[in-house]
């Protein structure tokens, strides 16, 4: 499975939330997380792969930081041929440019809501969970309070419900 997550104008944590969700998937599945908001100084063959990896191997899941993707970049592509993509908004913005079948996610306080579509959730600003989960991914060592953090909390859910989505079939 190939999750991209993408920003919506100033919208904060889009790294921090790639780390938490994969930190708090609820499946056994291999993850890959992929942290990078600068695609284009990747490799364009590196994108491919991505892409490749995700469709071959069902037990792998890929959480690729887009950043805000440009028409045209490698980001942009990532997004198109991803199976879920999850668009990171600022609590209280109006959000008209979200791609097409992307899930909203907002994050901190205020309405947050799409031109006709609700969000998938709504997650707090938490900087200090925000240090913890940035740490933990650096680190590869989940400390025990990290749950203790509301950012943590709130994304958990999120991870389960992209989790249990069914997948487009061939």
Partial sequence: MLVALYSLGRSPGVSTITGALALTWPTPARRAVILTDDWEACPAHRAADVLVAAAEAPDLVILADCG????GSVAHEVVNRAEVCLAVAP???????????SLLLVVGDGPGRST????LAR???D?????AIARAV?????????????LCRAVGPVASAIADRPLATA
């Avoid at 805000?68 to 028409?71: K, R, S, T, Y």
């Avoid at 006709?116 to 969000?119: I, K, L, N, Y």
């Fill in 127 to 131: 900087p200090t969970g925000a240090r």
């Fill in 116 to 119: 006709g579509q609700p969000a």
């Fill in 123 to 125: 997650i707090p600003f």
């Fill in 68 to 71: 805000q993707p440009l028409p």
């Fill in 138 to 150: 650096a680190t590869g060592s989940v400390p025990a309070d990290l749950s203790s953090h509301p």
């Fill in 91 to 101: 609590g209280g913005a109006e959000v008209s440019t979200v791609a097409p079948g």
